[in-house]
Nanobody, 125 residues
Framework: EVQLVESGGGLVQAGGSLRLSCTAS????????IGWFRQVPGKEREGVSC????????LYADSVQGRFTVSTDNLDNTMYLQMNRLKPEDTAVYYC??????????????????WGQGTHVTVSS
């Protein structure tokens, strides 16, 4: 069984930082395009970042470019999202995801994709 488990969310003031973690079991992150998306209740899902499967190039949403950094620890099969200079508009539930390609970043999730249960991030002004 494949499981992705996020942690590290919480409440932080604007300008602060948080680091989210995502640990996978049942798959190896090395074999997938991996990254993060976020969702505010009632709004569409937004891709935050994706590391491609092949050359491991990384893309970021314009809204987080320069503030967020995604990284991986291959030994622990864990992925991180370092979030700096947080803004109230970053408030959302953050999910880690893995799929054959970064398609899930901007298109609907499919049965070939995996994602976790989400972790809440609240940024106060």
């Amino acid at each position: 069984e494949v499981q992705l488990v996020e942690s590290g969310g919480g409440l932080v003031q604007a300008g602060g930082s948080l680091r989210l973690s995502c640990t996978a079991s049942g798959i190896s992150f090395d074999d997938y395009a991996i990254g993060w998306f976020r969702q505010v209740p009632g709004k569409e899902r937004e891709g935050v970042s994706c590391i491609s499967k092949g050359d491991r190039s990384t893309l970021y949403a314009d809204s987080v470019q320069g503030r967020f950094t995604v990284s991986t620890d291959n030994l622990d099969n864990t992925m991180y999202l370092q979030m700096n200079r947080l803004k109230p508009e970053d408030t959302a539930v953050y999910y880690c995801a893995a799929g054959p390609t970064c398609r899930w970043y901007s298109l609907p999730l499919t049965k070939n994709d995996y994602w976790g249960q989400g972790t809440h991030v609240t940024v106060s002004s």
